[in-house]
């Protein structure tokens, strides 16, 4: 806790990024790299054919999806309790990240469903709450750029971003609901229930997926605090 | 060859899938830090003055 709060001051934060931001790069590549490459080797599963290898993208997107919106709600908490501009840049910059693994879930899932279910989509709980996500997304990005004051578009977009923190639930316990998306396979209290072949590039995949988008993360928040500070200077001393 | 991109039958999906996300991703990662970059000449340009 302490260290994140040394981490919200703008200026600690662009020192500490530009030391840890080409490892966080670099692991993120390794971990990609060497999940697709095991996810191409892995054989057909012997029911679903060679379609197992769209798991290694659905999974770690939509995961990724889930994680960036948990993330985006945790900062908008600390933006709206402590008001830390930090913490505005911080849920503004996620954003657009977590709608765009979001849409790559939909897009791969879809893609996954056809051969597997026979539909690209169907209105059930799982896959509907996953798309109420994505219009999540867009909406914040469209309230942080309809509200011109920034300190007022960010607590805006901070509100919203809490009420829709509840779709995470719903998104994480509707596979038990009436769905035709599979149940929970992997973090199961009696262990995961996929082979291992599927398993190691699946896991590496969903590392390679979490570095990239903090990576991602990081890069944009520092523009965003370099262009705060060009937007300061320029009202500082007009032309 | 033809296994390979036949994808026992399921290469119709299996393609399009990997093929939308590394394309998605690199215009992601591009999109990123041309603004990154952008970003950072504007200041120094303007701390320089």
Excluded: C
Aim: proline share 5%; aromatic share 12%; no cysteine.
């Amino acid at each position: 806790m302490a260290g994140m709060f040394a981490l919200a001051n703008p200026k600690r934060f662009m020192d500490a990024s530009a030391r840890f931001l080409p490892w966080l790069a670099l692991a993120a590549g390794a971990a990609l790299a060497a999940g697709l490459l095991l996810g191409f080797l892995a054989p057909p599963d012997y029911q679903q054919g060679t379609t197992v290898k769209i798991m290694f993208l659905h999974v770690p997107a939509a995961w990724t999806a889930m994680m960036a919106y948990g993330l985006l709600a945790l900062a908008s908490f600390f933006s709206l309790i402590w008001r830390h501009p930090l913490a505005d840049v911080a849920a503004k910059t996620a954003a657009p990240l977590g709608a765009l693994f979001t849409a790559l879930g939909l897009i791969t899932g879809s893609l996954w469903g056809r051969p597997m279910w026979g539909t690209y989509w169907v209105w059930d709980a799982r896959l509907t709450s996953f798309l109420i996500l994505l219009f999540l997304y867009l909406g914040y990005i469209a309230l942080w750029s309809a509200i011109e004051d920034e300190t007022r578009a960010a607590r805006a977009a901070a509100i919203l971003a809490l009420v829709g923190a509840v779709n995470l639930p719903i998104i994480e316990f509707s596979v038990n609901w009436h769905t035709l998306h599979q149940g929970e396979s992997i973090l199961r209290a009696d262990g995961p229930q996929i082979a291992s072949v599927f398993l190691w590039p699946l896991g590496l995949t969903a590392l390679g997926y979490t570095l990239l988008f903090l990576a991602l993360w990081t890069v944009r928040i520092r523009t965003e605090i370099l262009e705060r500070r060009t937007r300061t200077l320029m009202l500082a001393e007009p032309q | 060859m033809s296994a390979w991109t036949d994808m026992g039958g399921y290469g119709a999906f299996v393609w399009p899938a990997y093929g939308v996300t590394l394309l998605a991703l690199s215009v992601a990662i591009a999109i990123t830090l041309r603004a990154y970059r952008r970003a950072k000449d504007r200041l120094a340009k303007l701390e320089k003055t």
